[in-house]
């Protein structure tokens, strides 16, 4: 059971350049998200989907884009990369609504991925 | 609005205990605690509801004080194991996207 996969691990990309970074997950959650985290600081939310087709933004989605055309696939894409957007990507996938124990939906995450704009 | 985490950061010798609290302005609905190790991802270690009961899991526990909006993760007789970064993470209310907002993180160092 792999959980929350992310590809790739890291990345160094040129400032004006794209990337999509693909989040999997095998869970067959309904809620996926994906977070930043900056060097010594929490995790912010960039968008999430709360179903196969949807997506909403969350704290700092400028930038970014996303897709979820498929359940278990939730895909964040960056269209002109810039050094403010060096960081580590966590994708992260929870039950939603109809599952979850008493309510409580947990969310579980992948490794990250490193990315660095140049 | 993040919560509020405090202490920023803690050393620890082994067996010694550490309280970690997590404070927040809005009316909360659950509490989530999570630990990441360095250059690692977040690991979930336990959700507190309002409403709900103390958990606990092994030698770790957290609480939650509805009037308060506040939450506190207790670490007991601390072993080298527990060091890493505990972030909470707070929902507002029961609604689609289960959305969490995190906290800034409490560095904990347990030294032998």
């Known amino acids: 059971n792999a959980g929350v996969t992310q590809t790739p691990k890291f990345r160094v990309l040129k400032t004006g350049q794209s990337m999509t970074l693909l989040c999997a997950q095998d869970?067959?959650?309904?809620?996926m998200y994906w977070y930043r985290q900056d060097p010594g600081m929490g995790l912010r939310l960039i968008h999430y989907?709360?179903?196969?087709?949807?997506?909403a933004k969350g704290e700092v989605p400028d930038g970014y884009n996303v897709s979820r055309l498929k359940k278990q696939n939730f895909l964040l894409g960056l269209e002109s990369a810039a050094p403010s957007q060096t960081s580590v990507y966590f994708c992260?996938?929870?039950?939603?609504?109809?599952?979850?124990?008493?309510?409580?939906?947990?969310?579980?995450f992948g490794a990250g991925t490193r990315l660095s704009v140049l | 609005q993040q919560p509020v985490q405090s202490p920023q950061a803690v050393i620890l010798r082994e067996g010694e205990d550490a309280v970690i609290n997590c404070s927040s302005s809005?009316?909360?609905?659950?509490v989530h605690w999570y630990r990441q190790k360095h250059g690692e991802a977040p690991v979930f270690l336990m959700i507190?509801?309002?409403?709900?009961e103390q958990k606990g899991h092994d030698k770790i526990s957290a609480s939650f004080n509805e009037k308060k909006q506040q939450s506190s993760l207790y670490l007991t007789a601390s072993q080298l194991s527990y060091s890493g970064t505990y972030f909470c993470?707070?929902?507002?209310?029961?609604?689609?996207?289960?959305?969490?907002?995190f906290g800034g993180g409490t560095r904990v160092l347990v030294k032998p």
């Open positions: 992260a996938s929870s039950p939603g609504l109809a599952g979850g124990l008493k309510g409580e939906n947990i969310q579980y």
């Open positions: 869970m067959n959650h309904e809620y």
């Open positions: 989907s709360v179903g196969e087709g949807t997506t």
């Open positions: 809005k009316a909360l609905y659950s």
């Open positions: 507190l509801l309002k409403g709900g």
């Open positions: 993470g707070t929902e507002g209310s029961w609604a689609a996207g289960n959305k969490l907002t």
